[in-house]
């Protein structure tokens, strides 16, 4: 029995294919839900480009809008200006008249003096010099509204050029954004397809060593029983010859036999002997075995500990 127990296979070693067997399944789902977590942000990200988007959209209708209040107001500059252009001919058109009114007013004025001075009448030159006041004052009226055009339109023209630098600003803002995002996307795409790809590689290679090492423990375990009926075969024999021996050691005793006996001992002897080599060859066959397994097992820690410093 304690030949048995020699060649059975450390029940640590069986825990210790399990727990490797574990370990690389929970390394596989660990590989997943990375993959599923780079999948989840670039699926945030795709929704914040399409708000940005929306935002883009918003800020097109602004500037449209924008575009249509510049439009209105390059309208009314143009309407301004055409009235300011109007004011002014009708100005300059109006001074001749003024002057030729002035150079009349006077003549009359003179003429109204002299014939006040003959006629010793004032309401004639009051009445004159009403109608000078009333001109002057209408003069002075369509100054003040040209002041009042021109004031408009400078403050239009500024109000156009703040819209226009609005504008370009926004523009030059939303394009900034867009961009940012799209290479955001892109290289979370890129590295999405790496992981995908790595993923997909290390569960191919590691379903190849699962397979194989199934296998290796598979024949692991049907070569130990195998061992263990040759080794029960083998015990049997020797019980038996022991046995046959003993007997033999018996009859020995008696002198009729002495030779057969000392023939069927060395005969006995013989086949033990042969019995303790095929043992041995057992035994040494079974190490072999055995250590090869645990190479085995070494190097699939090696290869999954690579694997995890690749992955984090």
């Known amino acids: 029995m304690i030949v048995k127990e020699e ?15 574990n370990e690389q399944s929970k390394l596989i789902m660990l590989l997943k839900e990375s993959a599923d977590k780079e999948m989840m942000q670039a699926r945030e990200y795709e929704i914040r480009l399409a708000q940005e988007e929306d ?17 209105t107001s390059q309208t009314r500059i143009g309407t301004l200006s055409q009235t300011v252009d ?9 001074k001749p008249v003024q002057f030729e009114t002035e150079v009349q007013c006077q003549f009359e004025l003179t003429k109204k003096q002299t014939f006040d001075k003959q006629l010793n009448t004032e309401m004639d030159w009051r009445k004159e010099l009403r109608e000078y006041s009333e001109l002057k004052e ?3 009226q369509f100054r003040a509204i040209c002041q009042q055009v021109q004031a408009e339109n400078s403050k239009l023209q500024d109000s156009l050029n703040k819209v226009q630098f609005t504008e370009r600003e926004n523009t030059v803002r939303f394009q900034q954004t867009v961009n940012k995002h799209r290479l955001e996307i892109q290289q979370l795409q890129s590295e999405l397809e790496r992981l995908q790809q790595g993923s997909d590689m ?10 194989r090492l199934q296998r290796e423990v598979t024949n692991a375990k049907l070569n130990q029983e195998k061992l263990e009926t040759e080794v029960q075969k083998l015990q049997q024999q020797n019980t038996a010859m022991k046995e046959e021996l003993w007997k033999l050691n018996e009859v020995r005793k008696t002198e009729e036999d002495q030779f057969n006996v000392d023939k069927q001992v060395r005969r006995l002897k013989n086949q033990l002997n042969e019995a303790r080599d095929e043992y041995s060859k057992i035994q040494q066959e079974f ?16 290869l999954t500990r690579k694997l995890r410093q690749t992955f984090h």
């Open 138 to 140: 209408k003069c002075e």
């Open 287 to 302: 190490n072999a075995y055995k250590q090869h397994a645990k190479d085995l097992l070494e190097a699939e820690k090696t």
């Open 7 to 21: 060649m059975e296979f450390d029940t640590n070693d069986i825990l210790t294919v399990k727990s490797r067997l």
């Open 86 to 94: 109007s004011l002014y001919k009708e100005l300059h058109a109006t």
């Open 202 to 211: 290390a569960n191919k290679k590691w379903s190849g060593e699962n397979a």
């Open 55 to 71: 935002k883009s959209f918003e800020l097109q209708q602004e500037i449209e809008e924008l575009r249509m209040r510049l439009t």
